[in-house]
């Protein structure tokens, strides 16, 4: 991971970042028909480069979680296939919960008290059997209505009612 850049996104409007997100969910089929790419940019979260090349990318969605009764910050995903396997989506979490985090400290007006993932993806069926990952910092909290596993990484500052 060295040799990997990070760099935040979020709320940045970085051009850059945006031209190349774009490419890459255009080149990885990642875009659904229906979505709007503006509206998909606007969540942008955070990048990761090899160099020029954008090898990750993430969004979040500011969304109220009401079986938690709170508001998280609703985070996705995508790593370049020819570098998945390589616990570059763990590196992500941990990078993007901090780019959040920090925003939610600066933000408190927003509430916002943890960063929400639904794992969608199949090949972790043996990791998803243990509750807590404490690389990411992502506990299991339930399931969602498609019976996908819930997770969250907690803020330092977060409070429940």
């Not at 990997?4 to 970042?17: E, H, S, T």
């Not at 090349?53 to 709170?70: C, G, N, P, Q, Y």
Request: charged residues 25%; contains cysteine; hydrophobic residues 40%.
């Amino acid at each position: 991971m060295s040799d990997i850049q990070f760099k935040p996104a979020w709320l940045r409007a970085d051009a850059a970042i945006e031209r190349d997100a774009l490419a890459f969910w255009d080149a990885n089929n990642l875009m659904p028909q229906n979505a709007v790419p503006a509206a998909r940019l606007r969540e942008l979260c955070t990048a990761a480069y090899d160099g020029d090349r954008l090898i990750a990318v993430s969004t979040a969605k500011l969304t109220e979680v009401a079986f938690l009764k709170s508001r998280l910050a609703m985070w996705r995903c995508a790593i370049a296939p020819d570098r998945r396997g390589q616990h570059l989506s763990t590196e992500m979490g941990r990078y993007s919960r901090d780019v959040l985090e920090e925003w939610s400290r600066a933000n408190p007006n927003e509430r916002v008290m943890g960063m929400g993932t639904t794992i969608q993806t199949t090949n972790l069926d043996e990791k998803k059997k243990r509750p807590i990952w404490k690389a990411s910092g992502l506990v299991f909290v339930g399931y969602s209505g498609q019976d996908q596993q819930i997770r969250v990484a907690w803020f330092d500052h977060a409070e429940i009612e």
